[in-house]
């Protein structure tokens, strides 16, 4: 089980994206991917694409994990994406979880987005695609 | 209850039917039969469970009508009618969320269970900077009376009343309602109706808070104590234990946190001087009634019941029957519902309808077939007003008063259930109350390690949930015809209409109303200094929602959370 990049663990922020409240879904995440070994920083409600930009680079993390249950990812992750670039974190991992439509799994891809877990995903899934994924 | 004769008579047959059975025993398929919550069901149940849980007729069970209420609130349960039927909808704007709301109304409908957009639950217009990309989405953007007005165009709200879920800004939702009704020509001594207006479950389970505890209790108890002589028949609170299930919490979890947020807003009403029998008749609750456990669901609101007409009695001296009643408003949550194969969800939806029926709930509302697909659509919602009406109407579930009453698994499960229940308000009592265990995080981790122990339980199997982790349909093309999604435009149409309304209105009425807003703000919450007058004196002039939220923002400052994780 490989958790670790160039000898250091993995570090996720994981954040809810806009206005809504419903953190369950991304605690429960939270809380797998640190039991799968992985460093996880959560960073909460109501962030603006700014603010989850900044912690991000702050906080010098592999994956970023953005949650959206409110169907506002289309309106919002081409904006997270864009102050991704403006910090200068054109490669960091962007994910996406939550309630996003089958047909927008395509547009969210060409926004930037590396994997998209949607309803009913399995835990071991995310984490798993974390590891094969995130070079050192 | 039953005498000591018949109990060793039953003993000694129980023994002899333990000893001639024992095959069969072995052949059940699980060793224990434990709930989420960690109750272990027994085989069979008899009066001998009974007796050993100390249940009392007299004491425990009861008179429908009478407390302590465990048989229900009214002494003749549906025979005199029907629950209130509800369905939670809400979307784009007012003028489109008024011809579903008139659909659903002609449906059937008896409450307009009014779902908001984020931006205003959060107290932001639709042209605030926040509100981007969620305006008109998860629920109707109504922010000032005139959007009111506009979206209960022909509802009467005489007779179909109306309950909001809209909860940091609820006292200025209150304000918006009753100040239609009164434009309707409604005598607003009989309006009916509520407000979701729960603001502490908001810091655990929901998310949608804006201002501290303190300030936000403030609020809640002013409109308690406004609606208490204004508009006694509304209801401008329902406590909360919906989002706790929903949030993951198991079933004691779930319902002690909100009968432990339900004491603290009493007990903050009572310290400001208020008689808790004025604001004790205008409590409401917003339970959960899932289809799966269907009997721990039924005993779980029967004990609820039981418990808080206790708590009114014991811990607060209430006096009025009316303060003692533990009024269900009762929920189902999307997560009991399955992407897959969708239209099972409607027999799951009818099951959770015939579990709050047999529960006694004073008003019902489930959540729709479509609802893992997307915000719901109309017919999906009216499916479930059917789903309502062919419980209430056909099965006949409501010709005798708690039918499920006597059941000694039932009365045994209504009592384990309270037992749990007050050993948890005790342990939150030991931490310093509520509020205290919100911003230690207690509540938020407790409910995150039983929503993490049921994720397990669902990707392991041992949770079954048909078509998903069990009877799977291998290339499974089902999918709703068709699926909701906001159309793009609401947000600049919002955001025009608001302008039009700045534009419109009375400036100076509206700056004059504000400022009396903040200096009622500015001083400390008193039996005379009430801020309802003041919120009711801005929204007559339209402010806004996030006109008033701002001043009160400013005043009062924004809730930074605890982290828990």
Redesign the interface.
């Known amino acids: 089980m490989e958790t670790q990049v160039a000898g250091r663990r993995i570090r996720v922020l994981l954040v809810k994206t806009g206005l809504d409240g419903h953190d369950r879904g991304v605690l429960v995440v939270a809380k797998a991917l640190s039991q799968a070994g992985m460093e996880v920083i959560y960073g909460g409600l109501h962030l603006r694409p700014a603010q989850i930009a900044k912690m991000a680079a702050e906080e010098s993390v592999d994956v970023v994990g953005l949650s959206s249950l409110s169907d506002n990812h289309r309106a919002v992750v081409p904006r997270i994406m864009e102050e991704f670039k403006k910090v200068g974190l054109d490669d960091v991992m962007v994910l996406l979880g939550g309630f996003i439509q089958e047909e927008d799994v395509p547009v969210m891809k060409r926004a930037g987005v590396a994997e998209v877990f949607g309803v009913g995903t399995r835990l071991e899934d995310i984490a798993a695609y974390i590891r094969n994924h995130v070079s050192p | 209850m039953f005498d000591k004769d018949l109990l060793e008579r039953l003993k000694r047959q129980q023994e002899t039917w333990n000893i001639a059975h024992q095959e069969s025993f072995e052949k059940e398929i699980k060793k224990e039969f434990v709930s989420e919550a960690g109750i272990v069901t027994r085989r069979v149940y008899t009066p001998l469970d009974l007796a050993e849980k100390g249940v009392d007729y007299f004491q425990d069970i009861g008179f429908p009508g009478e407390f302590p209420f465990t048989r229900g609130l009214s002494p003749v349960g549906y025979r005199a009618g029907l629950w209130a039927i509800a369905q939670y909808s809400g979307q784009s704007t007012p003028e489109e969320c008024n011809q579903l709301w008139r659909d659903l109304v002609a449906a059937g409908l008896n409450t307009v269970y009014a779902a908001y957009d ?2 205003t ?2 107290g ?1 217009d639709p042209d605030h ?6 305006v008109g ?2 629920g109707v953007s109504l922010v000032s009376l005139r959007d009111w007005e506009i979206a209960f165009d022909g509802i009467d709200l005489g007779k179909t009343m109306v309950s909001t879920v809209c909860n940091a800004p609820g006292a200025m939702v209150i304000a918006m309602n009753l100040l239609t009704a009164q434009k309707q020509g409604v005598d607003l001594k009989g309006l009916r109706g509520s407000s979701q207006n729960d603001i502490l479950k ?1 810091y655990t389970a ?4 804006i201002f501290p505890p303190e300030p936000s209790m403030r609020l809640v108890v002013d409109t308690l104590a406004y609606c208490s002589t204004v508009t006694p028949q509304f209801y401008p609170i329902t406590v909360c234990s919906v989002h706790q299930s ?3 919490a198991n079933h004691v979890h779930e319902v002690a946190f909100a009968l432990a947020n339900g004491i603290a807003y009493v007990e903050s009403a009572v310290n400001r001087g208020i008689d808790v029998d004025v604001i004790g008749p205008g409590i409401m609750w917003t339970t959960s009634h899932d289809h799966h456990a269907l009997f721990h669901e039924i005993a779980k609101l029967r004990a609820m019941r039981r418990l808080w007409a206790k708590i009114m009695r014991g811990r607060f001296k209430a006096k009025n029957p009316e303060s003692m009643m533990c009024r269900l408003y009762s929920s189902v949550g999307g997560t009991s519902l399955m ?2 194969q969708y239209l099972n969800n409607i027999a799951r939806s009818a099951l959770a309808a015939l579990a709050g029926a047999l529960a006694g709930a004073q008003r019902i509302d489930l959540r729709t077939y479509d609802e ?4 719901p659509t109309k017919d999906a919602e009216i499916t479930n007003i059917r789903c309502q009406q062919i419980v209430g109407y056909e099965c006949g579930v409501g010709e005798t008063v708690d039918p499920l009453a006597g059941s000694y698994y039932v009365e045994w499960l209504t009592k384990e259930m309270e037992d749990r229940f007050v050993a948890e308000i005790e342990k939150i009592d030991g931490m310093g109350g509520t509020l205290r265990a919100i911003e230690s995080g207690y509540i938020k981790r407790t ?2 390690e039983d ?2 122990k049921y ?2 339980g669902v ?1 392991a199997g041992t949770i079954p949930r048909v078509g ?1 982790n069990m009877f799977r349909q291998e290339n499974d093309q089902s999918r709703p015809v068709r ?1 909701y ?2 159309d ?1 435009s609401v947000e600049q149409r919002r955001v025009e209409a608001v302008k039009e309304l700045r534009r419109t209105r009375h400036d100076r009425e509206v700056s004059r109303t504000l400022k009396a807003l903040r200096a009622a703000a500015v001083e400390p919450a008193t039996a005379e200094n009430n801020l309802m007058p003041a919120i009711i004196d801005a929204v007559q002039a339209y402010a806004t929602i996030g006109e008033m939220c701002d001043v009160l923002r400013d005043v009062w400052g924004e809730f930074r ?1 605890p ?3």
């Open positions: 984020l931006p639950q959060l932001y900077p926040m509100a981007e990309g969620e989405r998860t908001e929901r998310g949608n808070f929903e949030f993951g992407k897959e893992q697909w997307g915000i409910m995150l929503a993490y994720q397990l990707e998903h699926v999604r906001a793009p959370e982290k828990i994780f």
